[in-house]
């Protein structure tokens, strides 16, 4: 079964690169402010993994809000950075582009700590599941890290630091500003796996 993975160059995507060695790797720069750093995060995995990676553009900027679009997030957003339907987006790119290459089984990066956002739960990333299946193509979604944590995802996959230290977590910048929840996380997840000092 052939099988694409999103891949934003995130500590989490790049891990489950590691760990699950997808056929090929799709990243899509969708407007935001940290694409670039992502990008070129995903380009060095990919190419370390030798995966095969395709990038999508697709200009949504005027429909973000939050960290990573540089706009105060919308009032029922459940954190900082939240994208209005940003998994959905994600998926149904990555299933546009996929199904051309015959893509039968997509991952997404989701984990255990991802509840918070409505499109990061178990049920979210079943309907998706189904949602594809009715489809042309027959294509499946899973979140193979869904139950993990992003300490456990690390430890699971058996990712060396030499592949991890590509990957760019920054949810405002191209370059890690330090303070976002994304850098913050970054930061506490190679702190508790011991590969930096408090």
Known sequence: MK??????????????????????????DYGHRP???EIR????VADVLEIEHHLMRADLRSLGSG???GTAALQIAPVSEWWPFRNQMLVTLAAMKGV???VQRLLIGTLKTDEKHADGRPDFVAALDTLLRLQEGDMRLEAPAIGFTSVELVRKSGVPMEVLAWAH???????ACGLC???????ETLYELGEVPY
């Open 41 to 44: 995060a995903a380009m060095a």
């Open 35 to 37: 694409a670039p750093g």
């Open 169 to 175: 977590s920054c949810h405002i910048s191209e370059y």
């Open 67 to 69: 960290d990573m679009a």
């Open 181 to 187: 929840r994304g850098c913050r996380k970054h930061y």
């Open 3 to 28: 099988t694409a993975l999103l891949l934003s160059g995130g500590i989490d995507s790049t891990a489950i690169a590691y760990w699950c060695r997808p056929d090929l790797a799709i990243t899509i």
């Open 100 to 102: 051309s290459l015959g």
